[in-house]
Structures are given as C-alpha cells and as structure tokens.
C-alpha cells in the first residue's frame, strides 16, 4: 500500500504574512491613526499649510535653513557638510547651531522628489506629535498592559505646553526618539534571569538594534537631547537592577556595548565639527547664560499664551517666550498624583476596612501593584525628579539661601555640556516620566470592577448593563479632557511668502554671477537679524556674510555696523578684503527699514564711489545690486605661507580689531594653528606649545613684533593697518616663558638657570620642555630678558650689564651638547621671557640690548572673600629721553564674551605712574557685589578715577589690566601700550556663581611703532 506524502509546512506567502502582522498590530496602527487624526486637528491651520508656511519667520526659517543646507551638501558635496554657506568667511558654520542631520536625511526624499524645503520641514514638525504620542502609547501599554494609559500618555507627552512652546524649533519637537529608545532598551533589560552566556547572546539582538537605531536618531535630532537622554538611561539602568536584585547578565552587557560601539562611531564625526567651533572661537555657554534659561517653580505652572483653556490665567506665570511654559496639565498633574498615592491609599482603605483584595472578574487582576509595576513607578518618581532638580540649573535659590544645583556637576566635568545653555529644556523628561506615571494611573484605575453594577439603560428596546459602558465612557471622557486642554491658537505665517523669494535670490544662483554677497542695510538689532534672508540663500547657495544661528561670530556686530555706514572707506576696505561680490540692498524691507531720505542719501555716495556699481535693479521688489571691484587682499596676507604653518598674533589690538579677526579666520579655515594671548573669536589663544618653532606673525601696523622674535627685515606684507612677518632665519625650536603655564618654573631666576643645546630642543636645568625642528650644524640661543632694575648677569662665567626693563641677547654659534648657565645678581631677581634655538649665522651679542619704551608688567590675582586683589609689579621706563611723561595703569571690567563700550562696561578704576625708569607696586583690591574698589601705590592709599556704569551688576564679566602711556605731541592722547586678562566673573542677583582666576604672568608691553 502506497503511503501517503507527510504535510508539508509550506512558507506563508508575503500577502499572508503581511495580513496577519495587520491583525497583530490593528489596535496599535488604529492609535497611531488616533494620533495622526489629534496633531493634524490641534494643529490646525498650520497642518493645512505644510509645504507652504511656517510657525513663524525666526527658529522655523533657522533650521528650514540647516536642513536644506544638509540637503544640498550631501548630494553635491559631502565633504562640505558643516561648511555652510552663512556667516562667510567663518567655516563650520553648520556647526553654530543643530546640524538636525537627522530630520534631513528624513526630509531628503522630499526634497528630492519635490524641490520643496517648507514641505520636508513641515511632514516632520507634523510627525513629531504624532510619532511622540504614538511611541509614549506603545511604551506605557508595554508596561501595564492598557492601551488607554498608552492613549493617555501619548497625549500628555506630545501635546503639552512645552511642545507648543517649541513650536518653530523642531530639534526640540523631535521628543519621539526618547520613548521608542526606551521601549527598546526595557526590551533588552525585561528578558528572563540570565543563562548560559552561549545561549542567551544569541537572542534579544532585535531590540538591541531598534536601541541603537532610535538612540542614534535621537542623538542627530538635537544635541540637548542626546546629552540629558544619556543620564536618564543610565538611571534607569541603575534603578531597574537595584530594584531586581540583581546585576544584568553578560549577554545584556555585551550586547549594550556593541550597539555603543556602533552608536558611536556613527555620531562621533557629526561632533568633531562642534569641538572645532568650541576650541577655535570658544563657542561656550557660560554659568550666567545656564542660570538666566533656568527653571523655576513657577514655570511648572505656566501655559503658552495662545493655550485656549489655560493661557490667560496661566501663561503669566510662563515669563517671556514658549521655553519657560512647562504646564502638562491639570488631568497630568491629576493622574501623576494618583500614580503615587492611589496604590497606597487603595491597601489603607483594604487595611482599614480589614478586607481582601479585590479582583476585577474580567481581567483577573486588581488594584494590588506587581513587583514589576512597583519598580516601574519608583524608576519615572526618580527620573522625573531628577529631570526637574536638572532643571533649575546652576543655582537653587531657596529664601535667600544659594544652593550649588546638580547641573553645574555636568557642566564643569562632562565634555560637551559647556555648549548647552538651557537647563530648562531638561525638563521634557520630567514631563515624559509624567505622561508615563499618568499612564500607569490611568492602567490601574482600570482594573476597578465594575461587574457589581446592576442599573441597566434601555437603548431602544433593549436593556443594556450600565457596566459594560463605564469603563469605554470614562476612557473616552479622559481623552476628550485631554483634548480640550491641549488646544491652542496655532499661528502660520503669509503661505504665499515663502515659496516666492525676491527674484534677486534666484538671479544669484546663475552660474555668472557666483561669489559673496551681503544684504544692506543691516537690522536693527544685529543680535536678532532675520531668519528669512538665511532661507532665502537657499535659493541660490552663494556664500553669504549674514545669518542666524544659535552661536554668532564676533565680527557680525562689527559687520553690521559697516553695512550701515558704507560706502566708508573703512567698510569698503573690510568688504573689499573679504572678497564680497555683490551688494544687495533693500529699498523697503520690514526687518530693516530704510526711509526714501536715507536711500537718496546712500544713492548719491554710492554714485560718487568707483569701486562700486550698479549691476541690476529689481523694480517690483524694490532691491538693487551693486557688484564691489574684487580686491580680496586679505588671503594675501598670507599668501605662500606653508599649509599648516602656525601664526602668531597681536596680543593686543589697538587698531583694527575686525581686520584682524577676519584674517585670523582666513588663517583657521585655511587650516593655520593661532597663537598669542588676545581672543580670536570669542576664545581666547595661548601660547604655541613649548618647542614648536612658529615663523609668522600677524600685528597691527603700529606693533613691535621684535618681543615675539622677529625683526623689522621679517616683513612679508604691509597694507590696511596691518603687518606680517615671516622669520628669515631659521627658527628650530621656541620658548614662550611668558605666556606658556608650564614653563613658568624656569621664567623667574633667583640664582642658576642652565639651557643645554640639543638638536631639536632646549633643555632647561637638564629637563625637557618640547621640542621643535632638527638642527643642521651649529645654532644661536636667543633670549629676551628683563630685570625691574639694572643688575650685573652672568652668562658661562662672563659678566654683563643688564638695564633695567627689556633685553635682547644672542649666544655664539653652540654646537650640540654645548650649555649656557644663566646667573642672576644676587638678591635680584632676573626674568627669562623668552628663549629660541636657531640656526648660526648672526653676529654675537656683545652686550644686551635693550628694547627702547619696554614696559614690564607682573600680575598676579586672589580672590578673598567675595573680594578680587590683583598685585602688579610695574617697570615704567621714560617716554622720551626728553620727557618722562606718564603711564595710566586701568583696571579695565566689562561684559563677556565681546563687551562693547559703555552699554556693557562695568567699570573702569585707573591709577598714573609717571616715567622714571622705576618699579612701582600697585594693588587694587574690587568688589564687584558692593561695586566698591581701593587701591594702594606702593603700599600707600591711592585715588583711582573710578568710573562705574549704569552696567554694572548681574552679568558675565571680564577683568583687564590695560596700560596707556601719554603722547608728548597731543597731551590730551593716552595710546594704548598693552593689556591683559586677569579674571572673570559672573554675578546674578548680586551673588558669584562662576568666578575664574588666570594664572599669574608677567608681561613685556611695547609701545606703539611709528
């Protein structure tokens, strides 16, 4: 008998398959279709206008910028991602704000099918809401098991104040990648108690992957929320085992590392482009910047103004703008309550009435909390608090009492939150542990049973048990609560604005007329300039001068300033430098007006000037273009300078400080390191590392570049106030004893200094300080000494006179091995600012020479009691041979990053020393709290001519030492000689909350060259 074939498990056909994931899923996409039904209604009429208009023209416009900036760059030229084309000539300009890469690389289909920026941007603002809600639904109905909790907490999380009040900010609307990287990783964590290694690393990788994915989503997404995500994972991690009892097992370990390897890797390049900004121009935030975008108690009950439920009673408690309205609801509130206390007054009521727990019949569970629902709540109790107490910021001020905040631990020891200013943002994961504690209430209520009923309602003909509608009518009543709350005025701008720029930003965009452009008359207020100019460039990608971003460059005020004054010869000369093309001025501009008087009067000088003229006129926009005659003169400066070279620059600008912050940014994005002690951008340099010869300097045309080594031969190039040198001698090692904190051990000599000769480097008394370039044959050891008075040196054994203040002096030709042993006089001190090792081939020095008007300079600063005592050692040598005049020593305080006079000065307090070739002692001893400053000229009580502004108080400030001499030919003159940063500070409410001292140093100041 023939048997029959076995049945075959035959694969299900794709169709199938797909169906039955349908009917897995149906109830989840049916919340997901909830959501997307909610957002497009909440956010009506801006919903209705997605791929035409924005929330507003400011953020909104900001980051449709970034976004489409991203999108050109990666599908012309990806290596030019962070290069953005705003703020010109400043590099990693995409890096001044989030790069958003993310949503980009979400909207880029879009883009690509569509050409249209508005649309992308306005699918993810939109999806936004919906993915939030949807994600904290999937998250909360995981733990309790309710999809109305999920419901619930999906509302709270995606609609709430904070979302409204972040409205035209989507790397702050991108809160959906939170809940689904913590669906993911409680995935990973909620698995059985660990068995054999072997076995178990093979499984759980599923929910690894989607972690990572969704981690590293929300890490491109915005860079606040990648920094407060990691502290509350690792929270959680902590409270989840703690709460278990338990260590998670090796495959859970191993997995997690491998998704953070990967992770890594991934969002590392995206970052090094921010460490670049950070380090070359101090792109930081500081203390006072974290306390003014602080939480308060307040703010927690304080709605956006355009909430129709709540705005007017409760958006005076929200201060100024969506940032600080953190209100998640009455219903939140509501429900998070009885998440904490609902279990526990439930088992009093069961304690008190002495009975058993009930048991809802159709669900088979009651009001008594599981292990795992227990460990649920005390993990978002702690994260949400934790979430708030971050909040507040860097200092709890509790009734006059200033409590550090947990913040600043961050801040001061974590890499990278320097760069974050607004504390208050951490609150969206107190208002996450809210949504998800609501929901759990929301869960538990629901376990109340309801089968003890009786009444029934007749529909028709027919009885219906009451029980059978309670528990869907409560549902739906709480949603419909939470519906009537989170409705707001939602507010869109002009839809027929934006997709029709001005036709001038299309015309740029021909190939003919590629180059730098700059929009005239510049705003207002150049701080806040308009977003929409930056969207605008998006029409043709041409570097463009202006912009807006949450960092902006010094110079732009600078910038701003020559706009409203061209066509001076000063601007013309900055414009012309940069290599600026085109001149695109607007005639009737809201963001900034321009009166017909005005533009007649600009007309006629710009008629009148012949480096200027006018190309096109755009009638119906009212916008001229005037092309500038290309004269970019400040790349060739530099011109021929090898790549990498480093360059020092003036450490004091006494004229043209925008010319020389432009050039050094040449120089940095041209990839030449900076050196000197002044600021480049809003950081400030230090000095080369010890050893590393640097062959050219950048100075002011009046500065004497010999205390850096070089010489009046040295000059490469000459022109618009400023001068450059280029060694001609061989430089093969340098060492800034001055500037440089870690050879300040070997500046001062009370007694022996031993230099040894090697062939790439200096040793001093036998220690290596770093080294330079190989020597060939023989070199010179250069070295700049000065003394506050005459003394007798010795040099191996010789004797040599030393003036007072400033010396030059050159060894003999040394071969290596050789040694020079340096000997102060006794009971005198001798100060070694500078030594070099270069190649043989100048005459010996025969004696030192003296550096004609050298001024010498020590600093030294303590803070004692809320009080600053700065101690200076002064060497003010004649001005002329003639005339001794006189010296005006200026502690100088005003605001940082880049105060500007008078509006951000807090003071100036100055003491005159006359010229008598003398060391004097000066003290000033400053309390900024009581505005209060004595100081003392060798050791006697002097009079300062202090001059306090209206400024000062609260604020971030700088304190420099500033040294003017008088000009014998115009008394009323004081030219600057030097100066020097000695402290900061920061005062809110009259209270310290960041103080920072320099190191001591001492200083060789020249005076100006004529």
């Known amino acids: 008998m023939l048997k029959e074939n076995p049945p075959v498990d035959r694969p299900k056909s794709w169709g199938q398959s797909g169906l039955n994931l349908l009917k897995k899923w149906r109830y989840d996409l049916l919340a997901l279709l909830f959501f997307g039904i909610v957002s497009f209604v909440l956010l009506w009429p801006l919903s209705g206008h997605l791929a035409t208009s924005t929330n507003n023209e400011g953020d909104a416009l900001e980051q449709v910028w970034v976004m489409g900036w991203g999108s050109h760059a990666l599908t012309t030229d990806p290596g030019n991602l962070f290069n953005g084309n705003i703020f010109y000539p400043y590099p990693n300009t995409l890096a001044y704000a989030d790069h958003l890469l993310a949503q980009t690389l979400q909207a880029l289909p879009v883009f690509l099918l569509t050409g249209n920026l508005i649309l992308g941007y306005g699918l993810l603002t939109y999806l936004s809401f919906v993915l939030s809600g949807w994600a904290t639904y999937l998250l909360v109905k995981e733990i309790s098991g309710s999809r109305v909790g999920g419901l619930f907490a999906g509302m709270v999380f995606a609609f709430a104040s904070y979302k409204i009040g972040h409205l035209s900010q989507l790397n702050l609307l991108s809160t959906q990648w939170i809940p689904f990287s913590l669906l993911f990783l409680r995935r990973m964590m909620v698995r059985p108690r660990p068995g054999p290694f072997r076995q178990e690393i093979g499984h759980g990788w599923g929910a690894a992957v989607g972690f990572g994915i969704f981690f590293v989503l929300n890490s491109l997404s915005s860079f606040y929320y990648f920094f407060f995500l990691l502290p509350v994972l690792a929270l959680y991690l902590v409270i989840f085992y703690a709460y278990e009892r338990r260590w998670p097992g090796w495959a859970f370990v191993v997995q997690l590392l491998a998704v953070g390897i990967v992770a890594g890797l991934l969002i590392l390049p995206t970052f090094l482009p921010y460490v670049s900004v950070v380090a070359d121009q101090g792109a930081e935030r500081t203390p006072r910047d974290v306390e003014q975008f602080s939480a308060n108690y307040r703010f927690f009950f304080g709605a956006t103004p355009n909430n129709l439920l709540w705005g007017k009673s409760l958006s005076r408690l929200a201060g100024s703008g969506g940032e600080r309205a953190l209100f998640p609801g009455a219903l939140a509130y509501l429900f998070g309550a009885i998440a904490l206390l609902g279990p526990l007054v439930a088992w009093l009521w069961r304690k008190i009435r002495g009975k058993q727990p009930q048991v809802n019949t159709a669900t088979g569970r009651g009001l008594r909390l599981s292990g795992a629902e227990r460990r649920e709540r005390w993990a978002w109790t702690i994260i949400g608090l934790f979430a708030i107490v971050m909040s507040l910021g860097w200092t709890y ?104 720029p001005p036709e001038v930003y299309r015309w740029l965009a021909q190939p003919a007329n590629a180059g730098a452009y700059i929009e005239l008359p510049g705003p207002p207020d150049p701080a806040n300039p308009p977003s ?70 600009i007309e006629a000088k710009l008629a009148q000037t012949p480096q200027v003229k006018l190309v096109k006129d755009f009638p119906n926009d009212k916008i001229k273009v005037y092309e500038l005659a290309s004269d970019p003169w400040m790349q060739q400066v530099y011109a021929g300078l090898p790549a990498g070279a480093g360059v020092i620059v003036s450490d004091y600008r006494r004229t043209q400080p925008t010319l020389i912050e432009l050039v050094q940014t040449f120089l940095r994005r041209d990839g030449h390191p900076l050196y000197g002690s002044d600021r480049a951008g809003y950081r400030f340099l230090t000095a080369p590392p010890a050893g590393q010869p640097i062959a050219a300097g950048l100075f002011a045309a009046d500065e004497d570049p010999s205390v850096y080594g070089f010489s009046q031969s040295d000059l490469s190039w000459s022109g618009h106030g400023l001068k450059f040198y280029r060694r001609k001698d061989t430089l093969v090692a340098g060492y800034d004893l001055g500037q440089n904190d870690t050879l300040g051990k070997y500046k001062t000599v009370n007694g022996t200094l031993e230099l040894s000769v090697e062939k790439d480097r200096l040793k001093f008394n036998g220690n290596d300080a770093g080294s330079g370039q190989q020597l060939s044959g023989q070199g010179q050891v250069d070295l700049l000494l000065s003394s506050f008075g005459p003394q007798t040196i010795k040099i191996n054994g010789q004797d040599y006179a030393l003036p007072g203040g400033v010396s030059q002096w050159r060894s003999p030709a040394l071969s290596p091995g050789a040694k020079l042993t340096i000997t102060s006089a006794s009971g005198q001190a001798l100060y070694l600012n500078r030594a070099e090792l270069v190649a043989a081939g100048q005459n010996q020095s025969a004696t030192p020479t003296a550096l004609s008007g050298a001024t010498l300079l020590t600093a030294k600063t303590s803070l004692d009691g809320g009080i600053f005592k700065s101690t200076f050692q002064v060497w003010t040598p004649p001005v002329t041979d003639q005339n001794p005049g006189s010296y005006v020593l200026t502690l100088d305080i005003y605001k940082r990053p880049w105060g500007t006079h008078p509006s951000g000065h807090f003071g100036t307090f100055s003491i005159a020393l006359p010229g008598l070739a003398q060391a004097r002692q000066v003290e000033f001893d400053f309390d900024p709290v009581a505005k ?67 190191p001591d140093r001492q200083m060789v100041l020249l005076p100006p060259i004529k």
């Open 397 to 500: 001020h509790l009734r006059g009492v200033d409590v550090p905040g947990l913040y600043r631990l961050f801040y001061n020891y974590f890499p990278g939150w320097v760069a974050l200013r607004a504390a208050v943002r951490y609150s969206v994961f107190g208002l996450f542990a809210l949504a998800i504690l609501g929901g759990l209430a929301v869960a538990w209520l629901s376990r109340v049973d309801w089968s003890k009923l009786r009444r029934e309602i007749k529909v028709g003909a027919t009885q219906w048990p009451l029980r059978r509608f309670v528990g869907v009518g409560l549902a739906v009543l709480l949603l419909a609560g939470a519906f009537y709350e989170y409705r707001n005025d939602i507010t869109y701008t002009n839809p027929a604005i934006l997709p029709n």
């Open 532 to 601: 929409i100019r930056g969207y605008y460039s998006t029409f043709n990608w041409q570097p463009y001068v202006n912009g807006v971003a949450a960092y902006i460059p010094p110079v732009e005020q600078d910038i701003a300033t020559l706009t409203n004054e061209f066509p001076s010869e000063r601007s013309l000369e900055v414009f012309q430098g940069m290599g600026i093309r085109w001149l695109v001025y607007h005639l009737d501009d809201e963001n900034a007006p321009l009166s017909a008087a005005d533009w007649q009067k």
């Open 932 to 998: 209060k400053m004595t100081a003392r000229l060798d050791g006697n009580n002097a009079d300062v001519g202090a001059d306090v502004l209206k400024a000062a108080g609260d604020g971030d400030w700088a304190a420099f030492i500033t040294l003017r001499r008088s000009n014998p030919a115009n008394p009323q003159d004081f030219p600057l000689v030097g100066q020097s940063r000695l402290f900061e500070f920061s005062l809110d409410a009259s209270r310290f909350t960041f103080t920072n001292l320099l």
